[in-house]
């Protein structure tokens, strides 16, 4: 069975850092294509960070550049998402993504149950 579990959010004040995990099972990691979603109280979800096949192939929304960084290590079929100099904005429920293909049924996309992260003070 596909699944997707998040972990690492919580409360953090304005400035601080945080690293969100996500856990994949039930499909071939390695060649599937991560991402991390976000989505505030009120507003539609957001595509925060994308990550494919390797760390070299990745990129980010505006807004966390410079702040944000998507990670994978395939030997623990883990995604990562690093925030540092975290805003009150980037308050959000965030939610780990998966795209991937098998050969008899095809493409398909996973969702995490989500994570809470609040910046606070």
């Known amino acids: 069975q596909v699944q997707l579990v998040e972990s690492g959010g919580g409360l953090v004040q304005p400035g601080g850092s945080l690293t969100l995990s996500c856990a994949a099972s039930g499909f071939t990691f390695s060649y599937a294509h991560m991402s991390w979603y976000r989505q505030a109280p009120g507003k539609e979800r957001e595509l925060v960070a994308r990550?494919?096949?390797?760390?070299?192939?990745?990129a980010y929304v505006d807004s966390v550049k410079g702040r944000f960084t998507i990670s994978r290590d395939n030997a623990k079929n883990t995604v990562y998402l690093q925030m540092s100099s975290l805003k009150p904005e980037d308050t959000a429920v965030y939610f780990c993504n998966a795209n991937y293909w098998n050969w008899n049924t095809g493409g398909h996309t996973a969702w995490g149950q989500g994570t809470q992260v609040t910046v606070s003070s």
């Open positions: 990550l494919g096949a390797t760390n070299g192939s990745f």
